[in-house]
């Protein structure tokens, strides 16, 4: 009954770029509660679609003949049943977020809850939009989808999946967003990231990644001192769980050097690619975190030092927002490194990111002596980056810097 829902939203056209056509704010999930009262000037001009925004994603009351404007009866049943709507002297509220991703739904705890709490499972936040987006859709035979709060990851691998959350909760919505969206084939288990057991072709992750001193305890996002703790214990067993040309994928929030301490996580047999968003320093990534925690006003300078105390204990100068890749190589290709920079994505790019991959771990391999490599841009017809002719670059190096950036093709491509 759950899929009515999904049915409706998509025939509402509840999807990413209508919410920040609305919204005015790309990408939408970077919506703040403080700016209610000028998201409500916009979403009240947008009829059915306006009030779907309003009511799964800033928490705003309707009444009753405002729902059915977007939900038919049989949603607004199935919504009930779940426990989701909270009637209140304005109408009726949402308990819960949807957001729509790729194509599908995913319903999560509300991000504008005023008080946090332990086992609020997340909602799709930035990181979680950079995982979708990034990851290459390949044909995968087998997924494992670690720490999976919503269950988006593994419900948006496409293929039979195994999703793993410490999370009771998480695992609930998991199993709901697999109905709400007609997905069968993904299982979701309550365990610490680290029980999961089998061989996988594709690994997902989005740990809890945020540094904090003890006695934090929000599961979706205390990563301990380090903010690595889960990061670092998943990425040490990756060879256990991935096969030869499999794919490790994770977002995350990180200490500068992150690649460095995966090489030295990982050893040797493993190609690392890094593409870096946005850095903050320290002061406000602890303040804006201490604001959106449950701390008293009044509480939060001695909480600021407090946080800035284990910072300076475990080293940590500034954070990096990032996406994260590591391949199991095959025998043959050297190890490979590679870091760039890109903009917060802003849709689907898991095509581009999985041909890039497999730029770097061709020409990390041996290659015929024969081909001729081709310039990709048209507007730059046979000459490389120096201005000569590609025929005559025969510096090995140049034409693997070259093929790393995909400027130039590979012997495996026609
Ligand atoms: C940042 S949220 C990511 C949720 C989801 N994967 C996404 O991208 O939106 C981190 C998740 O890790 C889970 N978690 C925290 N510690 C864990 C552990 N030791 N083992 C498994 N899951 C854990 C939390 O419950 C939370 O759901």
Redesign the pocket.
């Known amino acids: 009954m759950i899929e009515s829902v999904a049915a409706r939203m998509a025939k509402l056209g509840y999807v990413e770029s209508a919410l920040e056509d609305i919204l005015q704010v790309r990408p939408f999930t970077f919506r703040r509660s403080i700016h209610q009262p000028a998201y409500r000037r916009r979403w009240r001009k947008h009829g059915p679609l306006g009030l779907a925004v309003a009511f799964f994603l800033l928490q705003e009351s309707l009444s009753l003949e405002e729902l059915r404007q977007l939900l038919d009866d049989e949603s607004i049943a199935a919504l009930h049943m779940q426990g989701f709507l909270e009637p209140n002297r304005l109408g009726i509220r949402s308990k819960v977020d949807l957001y729509p991703c790729m194509g599908a739904y995913f319903f999560t705890d509300s991000a504008f809850e005023l008080q946090p709490w332990p086992e609020q499972?997340?909602w799709?936040?930035g990181?979680?939009y950079t995982?979708a987006y990034c990851t290459p859709r390949r044909a995968y035979s087998k997924a494992l989808?670690?720490?999976?709060?919503?269950g988006?990851?593994a419900l948006l691998a496409g293929c039979p999946a195994l999703g793993?959350?410490?999370?009771a909760r998480?695992i609930e919505f998991g199993r709901l967003n697999a109905a709400l969206n007609g997905i069968s084939g993904v299982e979701f288990a309550q365990?610490?990231?680290c029980e999961a057991a089998g061989r996988y072709d594709l690994v997902t992750l989005?740990?809890?990644?945020v540094p904090t001193p003890e006695g934090v305890a929000e599961?979706?996002?205390t990563g301990g001192g380090s903010g690595e703790g889960?990061t670092e214990r998943v990425v040490r067993k990756l060879a256990d769980w991935l096969r030869p040309g499999g794919l490790f994928s994770m977002?995350t929030e990180a200490p500068d050097g992150a690649l460095q301490r995966m090489r030295s996580w990982l050893g040797p047999g493993w190609g690392l690619a890094e593409l870096k968003k946005f850095e903050f320093p320290i002061e406000d990534y602890i303040f804006s975190n201490i604001l959106s925690s449950a701390t008293p006003p009044d509480q939060q300078e001695a909480e600021y030092d407090r946080w800035l105390d284990s910072y300076e204990a475990f080293g940590i100068q500034k954070m990096v927002s990032a996406q994260y890749f590591a391949v199991r190589l095959a025998a043959g290709c050297a190890d490979w490194q590679c870091s760039r920079e890109i903009p917060h994505p802003s849709g689907p790019q898991g095509e581009h990111w999985g041909k890039w991959l497999e730029a770097l771990n061709t020409w990390n391999s041996p290659w015929p002596e024969d081909f001729v490599p081709r310039l990709r841009e048209p507007e730059r017809p046979g000459f490389s980056e120096q201005g000569k002719p590609l025929g005559q670059i025969e510096d090995r190096e140049s034409l693997k810097a070259l093929g790393e950036q995909m400027l130039i093709t590979h012997w495996n491509e026609k």
């Open positions: 499972v997340y799709l936040g990181d979680s995982l989808d670690l720490c999976s709060g919503s988006i990851h793993m959350d410490i999370n998480a365990g610490d990231c989005n740990p809890p990644f599961l979706y996002r889960v977002a």
